[in-house]
Every structure is written in C-alpha cells, then in structure tokens.
C-alpha cells in the first residue's frame, strides 16, 4: 500500500524560505512524483515534477524559486521554497504514481476525477506567507 505524509510548512515571512518534505512507503524507485498546491475555491495546481531519472518540471509561477529533489535511499521527496510571495500561500501536497512516462505532465491543473484519481495523495500542508 503506497503512503504519503508531508512534512513542514507553517507561517514564513515574504522573502524568505522554506523547505518541506514527504516520506513515503511501499513504492518503487520508478515512481513519478510531484508537488501541488491547492487554495479554497481554486483548482488543484501541479507545480512541480520529478521522474526517476531526476529529470525535472516546474510551472511557471515558481521556476527559479522552488526546487524539487528525492532521496530515493530514504523514500523521501523534498521540496525548497525560496523567495517565498504571498501568493504562494496555499496547502501543499506531495503525489506519486507508478512510471516515469509523461511525469513533467505533473505540472498542470488537475481538477478532473482522472487527474485526481491518477495519483496517490499524501494529506497536505499548510504554507501561509505574510508580508
């Protein structure tokens, strides 16, 4: 059974960074992974990908200032946010499935039963930025 749990997040100033990390379980090194983030009313947002091979993916609204990384030693993915804006305050959640094929199409709005129902989800956490 494969599982997801975010950690990190919490309240940081405009400007300034932080990084969040999600442990996972019972999956295979060939899993393509990714971040998305969510605001009340707003779709599901993928914002960043990352496939086995550690090739990676970012939307436009966050290139140059995240980074995505795995450590698949540790079944752990990671996730640095640097010049952090309000506009990124949202809950972020970590996501996985089987195969690296098309993994940069992480990064797209998934509002759809499909798209949701394509990956597995860890619960998220919550990113408030404050200027």
């Known amino acids: 059974q494969v599982q997801l749990q975010e950690f990190g997040g919490g309240s940081v100033q405009a400007g300034g960074s932080t990084r969040l990390s999600c442990a996972t379980s019972g999956m295979h090194s060939d899993y393509c992974m990714g971040w998305f983030r969510q605001v009340p009313g707003k779709d599901r947002e993928g914002i960043a990908s990352?496939?086995?091979?550690?090739?990676?993916n970012y939307a436009a609204s966050v290139k140059g200032r995240f980074t995505i990384s795995r450590d698949n030693a540790k079944n752990t993915l990671f996730l640095q946010m640097d010049a952090l804006r309000p506009d990124d305050t949202a809950e972020y959640l970590c996501?996985?499935?089987?195969?690296?094929?098309?993994?940069?199409?992480?990064?797209?709005?998934?509002?759809?039963?499909?798209?949701?129902?394509?990956?597995?989800w860890g619960h998220g956490t919550q990113v408030t930025v404050s200027s």
């Open positions: 996501a996985a499935r089987g195969g690296s094929a098309g993994c940069a199409g992480i990064v797209r709005r998934c509002s759809d039963a499909y798209c949701l129902g394509s990956y597995y």
């Open positions: 990352i496939d086995s091979g550690g090739n990676t």
